[in-house]
């Protein structure tokens, strides 16, 4: 049996799966915290990828490996390739100014048709912009940016010099300055952005291979217990973006439409063409297949219901159990979800607000139905701007996981959701990328995901447009 390990570097956590190359079998696994927080010294990622790999058993026997990573993050690399400072991940919204102006700057058409995609905080452009105004000091020291995946997968190689950076089309199209459209950099809207054009990573073809694990890696931060080796001469494939590698993992073809929902939400397709929405809410990217991705991100997912738990002092399946008690609807009960500012629609220093309170709706179940649905509408929102006829819709990540959720989401989307089993289809995605590099195929092998759950319920749009007068009571037209 041919092996093939698969790394997903989430905001949350690092997971890696060890699976059959062949069949996509999983044979172990293993998962390691990282801090909380929106600005991250890299090396935690690194530690805890070498504690992830340590809990699934080593790669001893593995034949290749890829890294997936949350896309956007900025990492800035000095000459001699140290970390500049800690990493801004893609959900701080210090950057929320600098995009603004970026935008204002060109004009939100010549945005998209440039890059595909109109500027928002999370992107990197908007971030090296934000660190060249409030942080000269360390943009004058940036020698080399790049992505999350791109320092793992050049730590995994031995960090052999800035030079042997490489990235993905997938993940290098989130950065603002890359576009899916030329497959080229443009280098002018950096300069623009940041006032000069450090070294860029390498963009890699979908099936190419940036090189092979180094010499034994130690664990990078002092005081850390242990050390592990990682096999030197392992080929690694050219890693990319967690969207890209999750449409990857759950085996989305043209047509699909999948809605994940974690740390974020996302709604995203797999098309043939690229799109240019210049009202900036779908976001061009591209996919780690040659094709397109076209994605609309939400802030408030997942942490939605865990906000929700902790109010209600219970634990997750309980409040999934809450919900359901609960009529749709909640009585008119009504969650406008922004508890982390929001990306779409674009309001980065929104607050979450709560619509309907009566005596009659002031009960946990109520307030977990509540939290549901919002966090819902919110990615149904997403959905209808896509503007595609979805084939299928598929549901996936953590919080797809509560019954209630599954169960509650038809009602608000309006249609059938597919539901695949549970599974980590980040890193899946980055095993299958792994396992193509092994193949050498024109496409990635096909792998099964198992037998979906096909969820179904009556509509109710009255919840939708309820949703919609809340949302417009507090934030407008926005």
């Not at 997912?301 to 809450?322: F, K, T």
């Not at 009960?363 to 966090?375: F, Y």
Request: glycine residues 12%; hydrophobic residues 45%.
């Amino acid at each position: 049996m041919t092996l093939v390990a698969g790394v997903d570097s989430s905001t949350q956590s690092c997971k890696i799966v060890i699976r059959d190359a062949a069949t996509g079998a999983l044979v172990r696994q293993g998962r390691a915290a990282h801090p909380d927080g929106t600005s991250i010294d890299p090396a935690h990622w690194w530690n805890a990828l070498l504690s992830a790999i340590e809990a699934a058993g080593g790669l001893d026997d593995v034949a290749a490996s890829s890294v997936a990573g949350q896309q956007h993050g900025m990492v800035c690399l000095d000459e001699s390739g140290r970390v500049v400072r800690d990493a801004l991940l893609w959900n701080d919204t210090r950057s929320a100014g600098a995009a603004a102006e970026l935008v204002a700057s060109l004009g939100a058409r010549a945005w998209a048709e440039a890059v595909g995609s109109v500027p928002v905080a999370s992107f990197t452009i908007a971030k090296l912009r934000w660190l060249a105004t409030h942080e000269p000091h360390h943009a004058a020291r940036t020698a080399a940016v790049c992505l999350p995946h791109d320092w793992l997968t050049w730590r995994l190689m031995g960090a052999r010099g800035l030079e042997s950076l490489t990235t993905d089309r997938g993940d290098a199209s989130g950065t603002g300055y890359w576009s899916p459209i030329t497959g080229a950099y443009r280098e002018d809207l950096l300069k623009t952005a940041f006032g000069a054009v450090p070294l860029l990573p390498r963009v890699l073809a979908p099936a190419a291979t940036p090189g092979r694990t180094g010499a034994l890696h130690p664990r990078v931060s002092p005081g850390v217990a242990g050390d592990l080796g990682i096999p030197a001469g392992i080929p690694l494939a050219a890693g990319t973006g967690d969207n890209m590698a999750a449409a990857l993992g759950v085996g989305a073809r043209p047509g699909d439409v999948v809605v994940s929902i974690g740390t974020s939400g996302t709604v995203f397709a797999v098309t043939d063409t690229p799109s240019r929405d210049t009202g900036g809410q779908v976001a061009g990217f591209a996919d780690a297949t040659g094709r397109f991705l076209p994605l609309v991100c939400t802030f408030n997912a997942a942490r939605v219901l865990d906000a929700a738990a902790a109010m209600l002092g219970v634990p997750l399946d309980e409040l999934g159990s809450l919900a359901l008690q609960a009529p749709p609807g909640a009585d008119g009960l009504t969650l406008v979800p922004y508890l982390e500012g929001e990306r779409t629609p674009n309001l980065p220093h929104a607050a979450g607000a709560l619509h309907g309170l009566r005596l009659s709706t002031s009960t946990p179940a109520h307030l977990a139905r509540a939290a549901v649905e919002g966090m819902l509408c919110g990615l149904a929102d997403a959905l209808d701007a896509l503007g595609l006829t979805p084939r299928r819709v598929l549901l996936i990540g953590g919080g797809a996981r509560s019954e209630a959720v599954r169960r509650i989401a038809p009602t608000v989307f309006g249609r059938p959701l597919v539901v695949p089993p549970p599974g980590e289809y980040v890193a899946d995605g980055a095993a299958r990328q792994a396992a193509w590099l092994l193949s050498g195929g024109a496409e990635p092998p096909e792998w099964s995901t198992g037998s979906p759950s096909t969820y179904e319920a009556d509509p109710t749009p009255e919840l939708r447009e309820r949703y919609a007068e809340a949302r417009g009571m507090t934030f407008g037209n926005a």
